[in-house]
């Protein structure tokens, strides 16, 4: 790995190692790398909990390393901690409330992410930064679960006409939907991620494979445990390049729980889904920032496709660069996508989506190059041209 990483971004890739081996489901098989064993300023402490905040792994930070932080920053991390339990209970009860809905009405429903992966995972709510809900849903029953959702007040993000809605079943994976008075985000997913990802699973088998866990006293449906391992690394790996420290963490914690009785099982529904190459990637992030210890049949698995390892120093070099926006954007995402996937047909499968990315006008061109109303057409052209310039710039050595 080719990366380079600060002190306080060092630091806080070990106290995150450090709290996932602490959830005692394996054995340190590494020495510790915490904050006491990397000496911080006061200002590199607040620095290290601005960036626990927006990598999203606040929660696994000890207290220590919080006392230790000028007072603002315990002021300001001790009520960012506190929104984020208020959001976590709210989202408990709003889940089981809208599962009490699908129910009565017969719709079956997986819950995905949010606040059941982070008890799950983590053993706890608050542990792991849940901000909405996700729920999978037979694709079938997406209009009926629209329709629910409507009658009980939330409002869709999009209006969809029939002909729309017709379209977006088939190319995309999502509609998301928001409560005004509860402030929830709902998301009802028919599949993983839209078709030019190329996850590629058979949903009866996916289906029949999910398990019932028990959460906050209510009985919810999810998914198996390599179901839900490739889905979160599809997720973080592939359509958010894993620009987040938290999606990582993710990894690491399945990958701890993943020991030779379903590392098989794991690989073997990887390859067949065409997210090898992502998965593994995840996996080799995992073990080497944050010392996530591997079972043997997985560690040898995930790193031996080279390919694999380009993705690893891709994320690597980029993690510490996010700011809170996805960092995808045209001729780089596409590089990035086309380097994850070990399908050809999957790679063709993108072309069409990434040719729109790339031609289709953003509001950055007009900040580039500002032109009359009568000349806008000529965005589309020009934005093809921005992006190049943008992606020579940064290929260009920085002057100091």
């Known amino acids: 790995m080719t990366a380079e990483f600060t002190?306080?971004?060092?630091?806080l890739l070990g106290i995150v190692g450090d709290a996932l081996r602490e959830l005692g489901v394996r054995p340190r098989s590494t020495p510790d790398v915490a904050a006491d064993a990397v000496p911080l300023s006061s200002q590199d402490t607040s620095e290290?909990?601005?960036?626990a905040r927006l990598h999203g792994v606040s929660g696994l930070l000890p207290d220590r390393v919080i006392e230790t932080a000028p007072v603002n920053v315990r002021t300001h991390a001790r009520a960012f901690n506190?929104?984020?339990t208020r959001r976590s209970m709210v989202l408990c009860a709003e889940l089981r409330r809208v599962i009490g809905l699908l129910e009565a009405a017969h719709i079956p429903a997986i819950v995905l992410k949010g606040p059941v992966l982070a008890q799950r995972l983590y053993g706890g709510v608050t542990r792991r930064t849940s901000w909405d809900l996700d729920l999978l849903l037979p694709r079938e029953r997406i209009g009926a679960a629209t329709a629910?959702?409507?009658q009980d007040g939330y409002l869709p993000e999009?209006?969809?006409?029939?002909r729309r809605a017709r379209r977006e079943l088939r190319r995309n994976c999502e509609r998301n939907f928001d409560h005004p008075e509860r402030g929830v985000h709902v998301e009802l997913h028919w599949r993983f991620t839209p078709r030019h990802i190329g996850f590629r699973y058979n949903e009866r088998d996916l289906w029949a494979r999910s398990e019932h866990a028990t959460f906050m006293g209510a009985r919810v449906?999810?998914?198996?445990?390599?179901?839900?391992?490739?889905s979160v690394a599809v997720h973080h790996g592939g359509k958010h390049a894993w620009e987040q420290l938290r999606m990582i963490a993710d990894i690491g914690v399945f990958a701890l729980r993943c020991g030779a009785d379903r590392a098989l099982e794991v690989t073997e529904q990887a390859e067949r889904a065409g997210v090898k190459r992502i998965l593994a990637a995840g996996l080799v992030l995992a073990h080497e920032l944050l010392s996530v210890p591997l079972d043997d049949t997985l560690r040898s698995w995930a790193y031996a496709d080279p390919s694999?390892?380009?993705?690893?120093?891709?994320?690597?070099?980029?993690l510490f660069r996010f700011t809170g926006d996805s960092q995808g954007d045209g001729l780089p995402q596409?590089?990035?996508?086309?380097?994850t996937r070990e399908r050809l047909s999957d790679r063709l499968r993108y072309l069409p989506y990434a040719a729109a990315s790339v031609f289709t006008p953003t509001e950055q061109e007009p900040e580039w190059l500002p032109l009359p109303s009568a000349l806008h057409p000529l965005y589309v052209v020009l934005r093809p041209v921005r992006l190049i310039a943008k992606y020579y710039s940064s290929l260009q050595p920085k002057q100091r």
């Open 148 to 150: 629910l959702l409507l």
């Open 308 to 318: 694999a390892l380009g993705v690893v120093d891709y994320a690597a070099r980029r």
């Open 221 to 230: 449906r999810v998914l198996g445990f390599a179901d839900e391992l490739l």
């Open 7 to 11: 002190p306080v971004q060092q630091a």
């Open 82 to 84: 506190d929104t984020v």
């Open 158 to 162: 999009e209006h969809w006409s029939p």
């Open 334 to 339: 596409l590089r990035y996508y086309v380097l």
């Open 48 to 51: 290290l909990v601005r960036l």
